[in-house]
């Protein structure tokens, strides 16, 4: 059987136990701190705190393999094409030009657009752990609860709930529909070209869609008749309140997104941190 993504596991470790809403804002305080610098030394420390908090999570890395494969290739593809559009980018914005060596007059390899690839490669990748812990370690419906005991209306809230629990829903049905499919001789291995692929691809999507919205209307109606949205307030069955690892959790991300500001704009007082100076 398949590895579903984007499920939540029900483990007791001391992510999973953090409430949902304070996953959430964690996560926004690191990935703010990520895109508001381009200093290497807090891109990495966040790196490493996000693979230290990936692995306290006791997510395994077969669930997530193909997805960091994809992502991968992605940022390699962006590594090179950032290189062939903007050869001398690093140059421009470090004021200095340390050759390395030149395939023609135009595209010359430098250490300073070497330097910047390189921080803006750890940049994306940084983010990546943290987005695969939320994912998995989060209970929808209890995120959902803690949503709404913030003040978002509770039907956004059950709507970000659903979402989150359909995710692998999807993915059962494709991978459902695809053997299905194949069983009835349409071919979607290695053995066919890539466009026939492509095209074959539409047998599973159509009925996809077509199961996802019956899906739709079925949840629909069953809130409709059980009266859902009709009071003002609801209550949850899965609420938690915040306690004091919720609070210590909320605190050190919150530092951490001090202290990139600090750096951004008290020492630094630039973007980029530059080392070649």
Known sequence: MKTKLFSYSQLDTFIHRLSGLTKLICFLFLTTSVMLTFDIRIILGIMVLSLILFKVAKIEFKKVRLMFIYVFIFLVTNFFLTYLFSPMYG??????????????????VTLEQLFYQITKFSKYLSVIPLGLIFF??????EFA??????GINYR?????S???RYFPDVQRDYHTISLAQQARGIEMSKKEKVIKRLKNMTNILIPLIFSTLDRVELITNAMDLRGYGKNKKRTWYSYKKLDRNDYLSLFVCLMVLVFTLFMRFAVTKNLFFNPFI
Not at 91 to 108: A, D, K, L, M, P
Not at 136 to 141: G, V
Request: proline share 3%; net charge negative.
């Open 145 to 150: 609860s803690s949503l709404n005991s913030v």
């Open 136 to 141: 998995f370690t989060t209970n929808p419906s």
């Open 91 to 108: 140059v421009e914005i470090y004021g200095t030009c340390h050759e390395v060596f030149r395939f023609n007059s135009h595209y010359i």
């Open 162 to 164: 659903l979402t989150l």
């Open 156 to 160: 956004a809230c059950s709507a970000v």
